[in-house]
């Protein structure tokens, strides 16, 4: 069950136009739901994907996946995932409305990540805790067990092309053995270390210039609200990965976000006392919906499915779980995803972490049109 968007009672649907999908339009209670269609089942609607069977949303929360969702039936019941991947916000003032653009609705609210609402006259929410998991023997071969299951629920349809950037991707390439492309202007430091990854992978370099940087610009700045140098330099990255995904029949693109949250990628993380980084961790994990995932989501979303294996909720619990000397040794960052890379032969393309906006290049031309 999928669709890609969706807008409960709305004015105007501009704010919408850059969704996937036919147009169908659904009435109850006097309130008009405007659903970008890619599929339908029931009284259920969902953008994004349910790693399970069940029809109760309550069992939704428990399940893997990356969804937004809204079920009629006696009463009006919506939500979202337990990280947030997916937006969904909604409007109470003058009775309910929801949307999945804050745009479309005066005084979003965002919907909180793993909560059950609930709309008969009244609004009423409920936090669902997912269930819990044990995992005996090796964190590398865990790791590399779970990052398989997820890579394969979420590309068991359609033809995905995973975007290489870091050692992240790198490993979802890997495990996955599927597409790769990466996108970087000439000379850049990801167009040179393109070159010794495409001695292990198939890989495409999608090579960019200052004019095809601005034009992705000017599509970006109309699409996200985040405006700064660093979320404009990551939107346009996405923007030109996920037009050349669909350009060439790709159904979805595959990324490593979330990663560096999880297992301590940035450079911030080796100057916190061990004590409490599993702590900031935690907070950065459970926080990314809150720019992140709605940035990379509006981006990419007019063009292709996002698929982020790393959010695979059994990924992230487990890890949040393990010792911080596994993520962050001395100034050595993501320690066991080194190992992970080791395990799987392709330690030889660890390289010094750089963020994809900088390593491409593109974050010096946004940031020259910009200022």
């Given at each position: 069950?999928?669709?890609?968007g969706?807008?409960?009672?709305v ?13 169908s339009?659904h009435?109850?209670d006097?309130?008009i739901?405007?659903l ?7 009284e ?10 069940s ?6 929360m428990?399940?893997d996946?990356?969804f937004a ?7 009006i019941?919506?939500?979202?995932d337990q ?5 969904l916000y909604?409007?109470a003032s ?9 745009r ?6 965002a ?5 059950i609402?609930r ?6 929410k ?8 044990k ?5 590398v071969?865990n790791?590399?067990?779970l ?5 394969k629920?979420?590309?068991r ?19 996955a053995?599927?597409a790769q ?18 001695n292990y ?7 960019v210039d ?7 610009l ?12 660093m979320?404009l ?13 669909y350009?060439?029949?790709y159904?979805?693109?595959v990324?490593g976000q ?5 297992f301590?990628?940035?450079a911030?993380?080796t100057s916190?006392d061990?004590k409490y980084l599993?702590r900031?961790l935690y907070?950065e994990?459970?926080n990314?919906w ?9 981006v990419?979303?007019?063009y292709?499915e996002?698929?982020?294996p790393?959010t695979?909720?059994?990924l992230?619990r487990y890890v949040?779980?393990?010792?911080a000397?596994l993520?962050?040794?001395g100034?050595?960052r993501?320690?066991?995803l080194?190992?992970v890379?080791?395990q799987?032969?392709i330690?030889?393309?660890?390289r010094?972490?750089?963020a994809?906006q900088?390593?491409?290049g593109i974050?010096?031309i946004v940031?020259?049109?910009?200022s």
């Amino acid at each position: 069950m999928r669709v890609n968007g969706l807008a409960l009672n709305v004015d105007s649907i501009d704010a919408m136009k850059f969704r996937r999908g036919d147009i169908s339009i659904h009435t109850f209670d006097n309130n008009i739901l405007y659903l970008f269609k890619l599929d339908e089942r029931y009284e259920i609607f969902i953008h994004g994907m349910i790693y399970g069977n069940s029809e109760d949303p309550y069992d939704f929360m428990r399940y893997d996946g990356s969804f937004a969702f809204i079920k009629f039936d006696d009463e009006i019941i919506f939500g979202r995932d337990q990280l947030g991947t997916k937006p969904l916000y909604y409007s109470a003032s003058k009775g309910l409305k929801i949307a999945s653009d804050a745009r479309v609705l005066d005084n979003a609210i965002a919907v909180e990540p793993g909560t059950i609402y609930r709309y008969d006259k009244v609004l009423t929410k409920e936090k669902i805790e997912p269930l819990s998991n044990k995992y005996e023997g090796s964190p590398v071969e865990n790791i590399i067990e779970l990052l398989t299951t997820s890579i394969k629920k979420r590309t068991r349809e359609g033809r995905c092309l995973i975007g290489l950037s870091g050692l992240d991707s790198i490993i979802l390439a890997k495990i996955a053995d599927a597409a790769q492309a990466i996108v970087c202007t000439k000379d850049s430091y990801d167009y040179h270390h393109a070159k010794n990854v495409s001695n292990y992978f198939d890989l495409d370099i999608i090579l960019v210039d200052e004019e095809d940087i601005k034009r992705s610009l000017i599509r970006v700045k109309d699409i996200i609200p985040f405006h700064d140098p660093m979320n404009l330099s990551i939107g346009v990255t996405f923007d030109i990965l996920a037009r050349y995904a669909y350009q060439h029949q790709y159904t979805s693109i595959v990324l490593g976000q979330l990663a560096d949250e999880l297992f301590g990628g940035y450079a911030r993380y080796t100057s916190i006392d061990k004590k409490y980084l599993n702590r900031v961790l935690y907070d950065e994990v459970m926080n990314a919906w809150k720019i992140n995932f709605i940035r990379d989501e509006l981006v990419t979303s007019q063009y292709v499915e996002l698929l982020l294996p790393y959010t695979s909720l059994e990924l992230v619990r487990y890890v949040l779980s393990l010792d911080a000397d596994l993520k962050i040794r001395g100034r050595l960052r993501k320690v066991i995803l080194r190992d992970v890379a080791k395990q799987l032969g392709i330690e030889e393309l660890i390289r010094e972490k750089k963020a994809v906006q900088f390593s491409s290049g593109i974050y010096k031309i946004v940031k020259r049109y910009i200022s």
